[in-house]
């Protein structure tokens, strides 16, 4: 069975900083886009940052040059750099991914770690 599972979420004060990690586990062939989004309280879900199959990092305008999105293929990790964090990125952290387990393409999505950015 494959999961995705989120860690390193938690409070953090204006301008500092946090990772995320995903870690995917499971029978997995192939990775498509991978990637995370963020939903905040009344708001929907939006893409933070994403792999593609290009392999360059696509990012949100609002995070460029403070977030960086980094994976690790032999571990199966995904992590997201978090700096200069602003209260306005205080949302619900996701972690996504187009995965082959078998001849079938499927989407996944993570539990989700809470990111608090207050001082």
């Known amino acids: 069975q494959v999961q995705l599972v989120e860690s390193g979420g938690g409070l953090v004060q204006p301008g500092g900083s946090l990772r995320l990690s995903c870690a995917v586990s499971?029978?997995?062939?192939?990775?498509?886009?991978i990637g995370w989004y963020r939903q905040a309280p009344g708001m929907q879900r939006e893409l933070v940052a994403l792999f593609t199959t290009g392999g360059t990092p696509n990012y949100a305008d609002s995070v460029k040059g403070r977030f960086t999105i980094s994976r690790d293929n032999a571990k199966n990790t995904l992590d997201l750099q978090m700096n200069s964090l602003k209260p306005e990125d205080t949302a619900v952290y996701y972690c996504n991914a187009d995965l082959r387990a078998g001849t079938i393409w499927y989407n996944y999505w993570g539990q989700g770690t809470q990111v608090t950015v207050s001082s």
């Open positions: 499971g029978s997995i062939f192939s990775v498509k886009n």
